[in-house]
Structure formats: C-alpha cells, structure tokens
C-alpha cells in the first residue's frame, strides 16, 4: 500500500473515531469505564495517574528508582554509560496503566481534554523540578509530515502547546524533523540512535542561539530521539535543554516495589 493511501485510511478511521466520540457516552481514556469524570478519566485512573506522578526517578534517564535508593544527579544504574546530550529529564511517569492508555489516545484520537491535563502536570512537573531555571521557549519533538499526514494531528505539539501555555513560554516552531524514519517501536537500542541520526535539522538559528528549551515529547525509552533532536538543537548554538516527557518505557518490577 503507497503512503498516501495509507494516509487515506487513517484519515477515515481518525474521522470514524470522531463520530463515534459524538454519539457515544464519554468513557475512561485508560479503562474504558463509561464514567469518565475528569479530562477523560474515571476516578480510580485518575488515582492511579495521581500514583504513577509521585514516584521517584533519575533525573539523566528519567528511570524509576527504588525506594529507600538516593537519587545522584549523575545518573542511576540503569542509564547508558553515554552521556545524554539534554541536561536532564522531567517526566511524569513509567509506561504503565493509565499512563499507556492515556499516550495512546493521545496519539491516535486527539483528546485535547487529555493533552490539557497531561500539559498541566508536566509544566507543574517542570516548574517544580527546575525552581532554579529559565527557558526562552518551549520546543515540541516534531513528528514527519509523512505522519502526521496519517495521524491527522501532531500530538507532541498539542502537548507542547498545553505545557508552554502553563509556563508562559512560546512555543517554538523551528525544530524541524528531516527525515522520515521507522518507529522507534520495536527497535532493538544498539538501532535506535542509528534510526533517528540526522532525524532532525534547525530552520531558523537565530531563535534558538543562546537560548534555553524544554525540548517537550510525549515517550522516551532509551532517550535516543530526544538526543538527536538536542544535537540539532545545541549545534544551532542553543544553551542548553532539558527534556520533559509524559512517560518513560521501562518494565513493571521497575517500580512495582514501590506498592509491594
């Protein structure tokens, strides 16, 4: 099947879920409970997320850590022995329920309630982690307009969009993705970096010299995309970024001790 036809079919199946949004009842974005209260959320995934927020984690990687274990600004056992070019992560939490449901309609049926919410707790996130520091802008990580084409949104700028209107920042727009590149889905990490290398490029420098940018996405799993996309950025002559991320991809027992 050609891009474009694919393009078609995604487009009718992103119109079908909008009409059945219209007439069916709200439900829970993670669950699917019919009594969804709170930007698509029922109550008990609206505690669960609340849990997922409050959970400790490396500020290098952006990994689980376990309890009673201190936190280094260094980096933690599991990160990579590469330094990451981004100064540091913020995030809200690990790839687990209701997080993956909510990530998943964010990227295939646009909830902007959900895009707000998840905005709104990671500018809090940011605002909190990094009291002692500026940005100039915000800086979504930009999606290939082959996808976005198929998509028929691009979910990591509605999410750029919520958290930099929380922060009073602008948006930037300047970070563009060059290259159309296979999901990082699936991919073992010794092809990760490989796959997104030379992803992305800076169409204008003057905006992004001597700037600071929370460089905003919505999953990071080995942190290889949000590296290229910060090498793009700081070879612009940007100051220095900080990734802020909705979730982090790692296995349950990362942090099932944590309710055990």
Request: glycine share 8%.
């Amino acid at each position: 099947m050609s891009e474009w036809a694919k393009a078609l079919v995604a487009a009718m199946r992103l119109g079908a879920a909008g009409l059945a949004d219209l007439f069916l009842p709200d439900v829970c974005a993670a669950c699917g409970a019919e009594d969804a209260a709170e930007a698509g959320l029922c109550a008990t995934c609206n505690v669960k997320l609340l849990s997922l927020v409050s959970l400790p984690y490396c500020p290098r990687c952006g990994a689980t850590i376990g309890p009673n274990i201190p936190i280094y600004e260094d980096g933690c056992a599991a990160c990579d022995t590469t330094l990451p070019r981004f100064a540091r992560v913020v995030r809200l939490g690990p790839y687990g329920d209701p997080l993956r449901g909510i990530v998943r309609d964010l990227k295939y049926r646009r909830w902007g309630g959900l895009c707000g919410r998840l905005g709104g707790l990671l500018a809090e996130a940011v605002a909190a982690t990094c009291r002692d520091e500026s940005f100039d802008l915000a800086m979504p990580v930009p999606m290939h307009w082959r996808r976005r084409l198929s998509r028929g949104h691009d979910h990591a700028r509605l999410l750029g969009r919520a958290v930099a209107d929380k922060l009073d920042l602008p948006l930037g727009n300047e970070l563009i993705r060059v290259r159309h590149t296979p999901p990082q889905v699936g991919l073992p990490r010794s092809q990760r970096a490989q796959n997104v290398r030379g992803a992305f490029a800076v169409s204008h420098r003057a905006a992004i010299e001597g700037a600071k940018i929370l460089l905003v996405d919505d999953v990071t799993t080995t942190g290889a995309t949000a590296n290229e996309a910060t090498r793009a950025l700081l070879a612009a002559g940007a100051l220095r970024v900080v990734l802020a991320v909705v979730t982090k991809t790692e296995p349950p027992t990362a942090y099932a001790q944590h309710w055990a």
